[in-house]
Structures are given as C-alpha cells and as structure tokens.
C-alpha cells in the first residue's frame, strides 16, 4: 500500500470545491469539501478554497504518490491569467503535488460523472447554465455559460432575477402579492413590507416597498440573486402561478441551450448536472419531462463532479483503471 500510486479528482464550482484523492482499484482514499473555488464568480478566495480543500484530502496521505489528476474548474478560462495560475500553481506546490493539475472544463468532468460512453451532451444548471457536446471524454462545442449578466438562461441567477422581476411589475400595478411575490419582498425588503400592502396596497406603501427592493439588489454583487431560487421552487409546490411560469421557461430555456449543441436525432447520452437538474425539482422535473419529445438518448444524472474526475484521472494514469466498475463505485 505504501507504494500504491494514487490519483486525485477535483471539481472547482461556484458553490463548493470537491477533492477525492483514489487508488487504482478505484476506491477513494481521501475525499473533502470546501467553499467555492470558481476563480471567476470567487476571484478572492478560490485558491483558498483550493488549498483547504487539499489539505484536507490528503491528510494522512504522501502527495508525492499522487501520479496523476483531473480538477474541473467552472472558468477554467481564468486560470490562464497570470496572476491567478500563479496563485494556483503555488497552492499545488504548497501542497507537494508533482503531477500536473489536469485543469479542465467542468462540463468535462460533469459529462463523464454521469456517464462512461465517450460520447454525448452535458446541461448544467445551477448558479450558472451551460452546454456542452463531448466526444472522445472532451469537450467540442459549449453553448451559453456566458456569466450572469450576459446569458445562463434558466440557471438559479435566471430564476432569481424572474422573481425580483416578478416582484417589481405586482408593485407596479398596485396588485396584492402573491406566494411568490411576498417571499422575495420579506427576503429582500422586509419581514414587514408584506404587512405595509394589506389589504389592498396605497401608493405610498408601494413606492416604499419598490424602493427598498430595487435598494436591495443594487447593495449586493447581481450573481447573489441565485439565492432567490429556492424561493421560486417554494411557491412553485404552493401553486403559485408566477413562480409556475417562470419554472417553465427556465426549462425551455435549458433546452434552447442544449439545442444549440445537440441535434434532435442524436442517440448518444444527455447528462444533467448541478443542482436544478435534479429530479426532485421543479426546473429538473419539469425538464425531464419535456426531453423525450424534444431529443433521443438516455437521460444520466451526475451526482457528482468530483467523481467523473478521479475516473478520468484514472485514465490519464492508465486507460485500462477506468473500467465501468470503478465508475460505478465513484459516481454512483
């Protein structure tokens, strides 16, 4: 065991940074969690992330043993600039790493969490939303992932945004709010601002009520919007009709994203990633049930990131450990 070579498996999201460190029979050595590590929506403390979470994972464990890696990043495109693959390449070393990084794109490691085929389609939605075609285990085409403020439609910053929106034109038109609509302005405005428009809203209190929302968004970096989409998953279960609507079109939109890189006939898998894609909620579930009339090919989970990782590193060391077995024991 002393001499068993290890490899290690990373995904760099814009929520959480994942470490597994796994040995060659595919079973996971070290593992650990930590804060965001995207370098682009944490441009301050994603090499932190990274370093906690390193340390962490190899607790206990030589790094010097560690032959090979694959770390997805979720904007791996800002690791080209200087500073920052300055401050990550230190943290490596400061980790007595000395196999490459392996950096590569997190719809790289997303597609191969959910499936072992080399070839296929990846949609992820989570804070962001994006795309991807893979053939071969890399990525060919993406589609939209272009940040906040220029695309993601139907991601959990879109929903946010829908919501605040939803918000602002009740307040425009003197309407009472609704499930959806009275979430946003206790959370964004006031736990009394809903008491301030009943039973009917007056001018003044809408105004009022406007003001501290529009307020409220504008104090706080856009992205922080994706924290409204349980929210709208809320008042969704509660029959809210707004939050009805805006589920719907954050689905179609994910599978206008998805269409640009995917053709109707294509047989190969379609992986969902990120947290609004799961099953259990109202985008994921909605999603799945207008794939199979939109595209062809079995629709995969991918539980996790990280897994998909070690499994590809497991490749890089040697093509013949990235067996199914040890994909099913990884990304299960």
Known sequence: MGTESLVLGGDLGGTSTRI?????????????TTGGGNPISHPAGAAAALAGALRAALAGI??????????????????????????????????????????????????????????????????????????GHRLTRTADGHGWLLGDDGSGFWLGREAVRAALRA?????????????????????????????SPSR?????????????????????LSALAPLVS????????????IVERAAAALLTTLGRIRGQAETTPIVLAGGLTGDTTPVGATLRTLLP????????????????????????LDPALATRAAHTRLCA
Do not use: K, M
């Not at 597994?20 to 650990?32: A, C, N, P, Q």
């Not at 003044?204 to 922080?224: F, K, M, W, Y």
């Not at 969704?236 to 707004?242: I, N, S, V």
């Open 62 to 135: 030589d790094p010097r043993r560690v032959n090979a890696s694959v770390v997805g990043v979720a904007g791996v495109s800002a690791l080209r600039a200087p500073p920052v693959a300055a401050r990550f390449g230190q943290v490596w070393a400061d980790a007595g790493l000395t196999c490459d990084p392996g950096y590569a794109p997190d719809l790289e490691v997303a597609f191969a969490a959910g499936t072992p085929e080399p070839d296929g389609s990846v949609l992820v939605a989570g804070t962001g939303a994006t795309a991807g075609a893979v053939a």
């Open 204 to 224: 003044r209190g809408t105004e009022r009520c406007r003001d501290r929302l529009i307020e409220a968004v504008n104090s706080r970096p856009g992205v922080q």
């Open 20 to 32: 597994l460190v796994v040995g060659t029979d595919g079973r996971v050595r070290g593992r650990s």
């Open 234 to 245: 809320a008042a969704y279960r509660e029959g809210d009709p707004e939050a009805r609507s």
């Open 171 to 199: 307040l425009d038109a003197g309407e009472p709010p609704g499930h959806l609509v009275g979430s946003v302005l206790r959370e964004l405005a006031g736990a009394g601002t809903v008491d301030e428009l009943a039973p």
């Open 293 to 316: 009339a939109r595209f062809a090919g079995p629709v995969r989970p991918a539980p996790t990131g990280a897994g998909g990782a070690a499994w590809l590193a497991l490749g890089a």
